[in-house]
C-alpha cells in the first residue's frame, strides 16, 4: 500500500475515489484501490458515468437489451447508473459494517430536480430502492429546495450525500436538515445506527471564484489572498460542525445510536498550475472527515504528498481572518457563493444532459 496515503488514512481521513466505471468493478481495479491506496468509498456524479459509457464497450450489451425492450433513455440511464453503484456496493460492502461509516458509493438525484422538493424525495427513494444496498448514499443537492429533502430521506432511512455546498451559512442548514430527519427517523420508529450521511463541502471552486475576483481587483493586499480562500472556508465549516456535534441536541441523537453527518471535502482536485497540486489533501487533514479525490490528485499524494499533522482542529480564528482580510479588499462573499451554486447547479444539469446524449448515442448504435 502507498505509504503516503496509508499515512493520511491513519490521520483519521477516509479515501474516497471520485470516479467510477464498469471496468474498474469488472477488471478488479476497484477492489486492487482498496488493497493498493486505501480507498473505502467512491462517489459519482453524471460527467463521469458519461465518460465510462462513452470510452468502454462493457456497457453495450446491457444498452442493446433496453432497447429491444423498448426502453426510453431516461430508463436506460437509471438502469446501467444503478447497476454499476450496486455492484460497486458489493464491492466495498465487507468496509461498511454497522461500525464503520466508510464503504460507501454515491449516486445523485436526477439534476433536473435541483430545485424541486417533492421530485427529489422520490428520485432518492427510486435510487435507494433500485440499488437496494444499506451502503449507498444518495447524493442530494444542499439547494434551498433540497434542504426538506434531506430531512424527509433521512426521516425514511435513506442515507444521504448532500452535495454542493459552498457557504456556511448554508452548511449549518444542512446539518439542521439531518439532524431534523434524524430525530424525525427515531420518532418513526427507526434504529439510527443504519442512517449515514456526509455532507460534500466543496473547495477548489471557491478558489477559482474568489481568485478571479483579487486579480480583477488587482492590488497587493488583494493577490497576496489567492489561493488562501478555499482552505479558510473548508477550517470554518469544520467549526461549525464541532460546534454541532457539541450540542445537547446531538447529545440526545447520540445517545440513541445517530452517526455523525462526517464532512467530505469534495472539488479536491487543484485546477491553478501555480499551486500544490495536493494542496486541498494536505491542509484539511484532521480526523473524522472524508477527502473524495480523483485518481489524478490521489496518485499525486501517493507519489509527494505530506502528512504535517491536524490541520483544521483550532484553526477557525485564523481561517476568519482570512475572510476578513478578504471582506477588507471587497470581497462580497454572499454574491460569490449565490454564483457558486447557481453555476453548480447548471453544472449539474449540464453533466446529467450530456450523459442523456452519450446514451441516445449508444442506444442508436444499439438499435442498428
Not at 461509516?101 to 430545485?115: C, F, K, M, Q, T
Not at 417533492?118 to 434542504?147: H, Q
Not at 496518485?299 to 482570512?322: K, L, M, P, S
Request: net charge negative; charged share 25%; with cysteine.
Amino acid at each position: 500500500m502507498s505509504d503516503r496515503l496509508k499515512k493520511l488514512a491513519d490521520a483519521g481521513v477516509s479515501i474516497w475515489l471520485d470516479d467510477l466505471s464498469r471496468e474498474r468493478i469488472e477488471t478488479g481495479n476497484l477492489a486492487d484501490l482498496i488493497k493498493d491506496k486505501a480507498v473505502v468509498g467512491v462517489t459519482t456524479n453524471p460527467t463521469i458515468f458519461a465518460a465510462a459509457i462513452a470510452n468502454g464497450e462493457r456497457y453495450d450489451e446491457q444498452v442493446a437489451q433496453l432497447v429491444e425492450k423498448g426502453e426510453s433513455v431516461d430508463r436506460v440511464i437509471f438502469e446501467v447508473t444503478t447497476g454499476d453503484v450496486r455492484n460497486a456496493c458489493d464491492i466495498f460492502a465487507p468496509l461498511a459494517g454497522e461500525e464503520s461509516a466508510d464503504g460507501r458509493v454515491s449516486i445523485e438525484v436526477e439534476p433536473d430536480l435541483a430545485n424541486d422538493t417533492e421530485g427529489t424525495i422520490a428520485s432518492a427513494r427510486a435510487l435507494w430502492s433500485a440499488v437496494d444496498r444499506s451502503n449507498v448514499l444518495i447524493k442530494i443537492p444542499a439547494t434551498k429546495e433540497g434542504l426538506p429533502a434531506i430531512t424527509a430521506a433521512i426521516a425514511e432511512g435513506i442515507s444521504v450525500n448532500v452535495t454542493l455546498i459552498f457557504s456556511i451559512e448554508r452548511y449549518r442548514a444542512v446539518m439542521d436538515a439531518y439532524v431534523t430527519g434524524l430525530e424525525a427517523a427515531r420518532d418513526n420508529g427507526l434504529d439510527l445506527r443504519r442512517i449515514q450521511s456526509v455532507a460534500s463541502f466543496f473547495v477548489s471552486r471557491v478558489d477559482t471564484e474568489i481568485d478571479a475576483r483579487l486579480d480583477k481587483i488587482g492590488t497587493d493586499e488583494a493577490l497576496a489572498l489567492r489561493g488562501k480562500a478555499a482552505v479558510a472556508n473548508a477550517r470554518l465549516a469544520y467549526a461549525a460542525y464541532e460546534e454541532v456535534v457539541a450540542s445537547d441536541r446531538w447529545a440526545v441523537l447520540e445517545k440513541d445510536g445517530a452517526n455523525p453527518q462526517r464532512p467530505l471535502w469534495a472539488s479536491t482536485g487543484v485546477k491553478n498550475p501555480d499551486y500544490s497540486d495536493t494542496m486541498y489533501v494536505t491542509d484539511l487533514v484532521v480526523a473524522h472527515t472524508v477527502n473524495t479525490m480523483p485518481e489524478k490528485t490521489m496518485d499525486a499524494f501517493a507519489d509527494h504528498g505530506e502528512i504535517n499533522g491536524d490541520q483544521v482542529t483550532g484553526r477557525a480564528a485564523g481561517a476568519q481572518h482570512v475572510f476578513d482580510q478578504l471582506a477588507a479588499v471587497g470581497i462580497d462573499f454572499d454574491d460569490v457563493f449565490l454564483v457558486l451554486e447557481t453555476e453548480g447547479v447548471d453544472k449539474f444539469k449540464k453533466s446529467w444532459d450530456e450523459l442523456v446524449e452519450t446514451v441516445k448515442g449508444q442506444m442508436a448504435a444499439a438499435a442498428k
